[in-house]
């Protein structure tokens, strides 16, 4: 059976500043999206990471299918109605276009989707991140899929023996989307000199060299390309397919415990450590530490098991603990050096507008 699974990603509101959504503003989202399991949808599945709500929808349709787009942009649209109703902070954030326009690539969701002939067993995980980029994924993901120090599976397993073909998106062009597609292992030196430049380029997809299947797709849009001025961080998804002919579940764990520092948190303007945290974790008000979650699922026939969260287990405790301290290391230096994101990636002109006023008073 093919089945396509659909990941939308919005920050429609959220309480008390850039936190999380209300737990009435996830009722209705989950509300417009359930009524349609069993007619549009196989399955649905609702979540938050910070103040981002993730719809996971499985189907029968294709990727960017209208009738899908459609349903998560009324699940936003009618999520913000009650966030503006309750006086959220950032209501309908992310929705930069008033009118829906038969797909939600540019219009400011966050968007990541595959289709695939089920497997008899199908383990997939869903990652979503808060308070960062979409290159945010680019280290975790070349590390689970490409080096053998981190996923054994590539010396063990034959299937994952030919390796994987990286597609990479140039995250800067704004005319028109921009992609190389490079293999793993014969080009690992050149997939990781482009994935080393996180706020430029962007893994957009994995496949399965042997196979030609689909292995990770990865939401791309960078909001500020759409609105042309800071409107929050992107804060990206992504669809990673695990075990057989994948690297198997645990083979992503240790990668993103290494916690890269990655673009994001204050004003999305500093390097923080990306912190694997659990599914419906608050934003931190520790200058909103860039966060990661995941859930793991098994899918029958579209329909969705009950999820285990990834990092829920005891280990990420202590990883936790490790990466606060990265955290306040970096942060103990303000604005000074690599804390603070080079100019031509700050998200706040004020700084840009201060330097130009200086400069008069240079002679
Ligand atoms: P189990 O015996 O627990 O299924 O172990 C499977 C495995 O090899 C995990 O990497
Ligand atoms: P998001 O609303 O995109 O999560 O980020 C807001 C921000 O800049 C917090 O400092
Ligand atoms: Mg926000
Ligand atoms: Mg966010
Ligand atoms: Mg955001
Ligand atoms: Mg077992």
Same mark, same amino acid.
């Given at each position: 059976m093919?089945?396509?699974?659909?990941v939308?990603? %919005?920050?429609?509101?959220?309480v008390?500043?850039?936190?999380?959504?209300?737990?009435?503003v996830?009722?209705r989202?989950?509300?417009?999206?359930r009524e349609?399991?069993?007619? $549009?949808l196989?399955?649905?599945y609702?979540?938050?990471i910070?103040d981002?709500?993730?719809l996971l929808?499985?189907?029968?349709?294709?990727?960017?299918h209208?009738s899908i787009?459609e349903l998560?942009?009324?699940?936003?649209?009618e999520g +913000?109605?009650?966030a503006?109703?309750?006086?959220l902070?950032?209501?309908?954030q992310d929705?930069?276009k008033?009118?829906f326009?038969?797909?939600?690539?540019?219009l400011?969701?966050q968007?990541?989707?595959?289709e695939?002939?089920?497997?008899?067993?199908?383990p997939f995980m869903?990652l979503a991140?808060?308070k960062?980029?979409?290159g945010? *994924?680019?280290?975790p993901?070349?590390?689970a899929? %490409?080096?053998?120090m981190?996923?054994?599976g590539?010396?063990?397993?034959s299937?994952?023996?030919?390796?994987?073909?990286?597609?990479?998106?140039?995250?800067?062009?704004?005319?028109?989307?921009?992609?190389i597609?490079?293999?793993?292992p014969e080009?690992?030196?050149?997939?990781? %000199? $482009?994935?080393?430049?996180?706020?430029?380029f962007?893994?957009?997809s994995?496949?399965?060299?042997?196979?030609g299947e689909i292995?990770?797709?990865?939401? +791309?849009?960078r909001?500020?390309?759409?609105?042309?001025r800071?409107v929050?961080?992107d804060?990206?998804?992504?669809?990673v397919?695990t075990?057989?002919?994948?690297?198997? +579940?645990?083979e992503?764990?240790?990668?993103?415990?290494?916690?890269p *520092?990655?673009a994001?948190?204050?004003?999305?303007?500093?390097?923080?450590?990306?912190?694997?945290?659990?599914?419906n +974790?608050?934003?931190s008000s520790?200058?909103?530490?860039p966060?990661?979650?995941?859930?793991?699922f098994?899918?029958?026939e579209g329909?969705?098991?009950?999820?285990?969260d990834? *990092?829920?287990?005891?280990v990420?405790d202590?990883v936790?603990?490790r990466v606060v301290?990265k955290?306040?290391?970096?942060r103990?230096?303000?604005?000074?050096?690599?804390?603070?994101?080079?100019?031509e990636?700050?998200?706040?002109?004020?700084?840009?507008?201060?330097l130009?006023?200086?400069?008069?008073?240079?002679?």
């Open positions: 093919k089945v396509t699974l659909s939308l990603k %919005a920050d429609i509101g959220s008390g500043g850039h936190t999380l959504p209300s737990r009435r996830l009722a989202v989950e509300e417009v999206a349609e399991v069993g007619r $549009l196989q399955d649905a609702v979540f938050h910070g981002d709500i993730i929808l499985s189907h029968t349709h294709g990727v960017r209208p787009h998560a942009w009324k699940a936003f649209r +913000t109605q009650v503006k109703e309750e006086g902070y950032g209501a309908g929705l930069l008033d009118a326009t038969g797909n939600l690539h540019g400011g969701p968007v990541a989707e595959m695939f002939e089920e497997r008899p067993a199908e869903v991140a808060d960062t980029e979409p945010a *994924f680019n280290l993901l070349y590390l899929f %490409a080096d053998p981190y996923s054994s590539l010396l063990l397993s299937e994952l023996r030919p390796g994987f073909r990286f597609r990479i998106m140039d995250l800067a062009q704004t005319e028109r989307d921009s992609y597609e490079l293999d793993a080009r690992l030196y050149d997939i990781a %000199a $482009l994935l080393r430049d996180s706020h430029r962007g893994i957009e994995i496949w399965s060299r042997r196979y292995a990770a797709v990865v939401s +791309t849009t909001l500020r390309n759409i609105a042309g800071y929050g961080k804060d990206p998804v992504a669809i397919r075990q057989k002919i994948f690297p198997a +579940t645990e992503f764990g240790p990668p993103f415990a290494l916690a *520092f990655v994001g948190d204050t004003r999305g303007s500093h390097h923080l450590p990306l912190m694997p945290v659990k599914a +974790t608050p934003a520790f200058f909103c530490v966060m990661v979650c995941g859930l793991v098994s899918l029958r329909r969705l098991s009950e999820p285990v990834l *990092f829920g287990d005891p990420w202590a936790r603990a301290e955290a306040q290391e970096m103990r230096q303000g604005f000074y050096g690599p804390a603070m994101l080079p100019m990636e700050l998200e706040y002109t004020g700084i840009a507008e201060r130009r006023e200086l400069e008069r008073e240079f002679s």
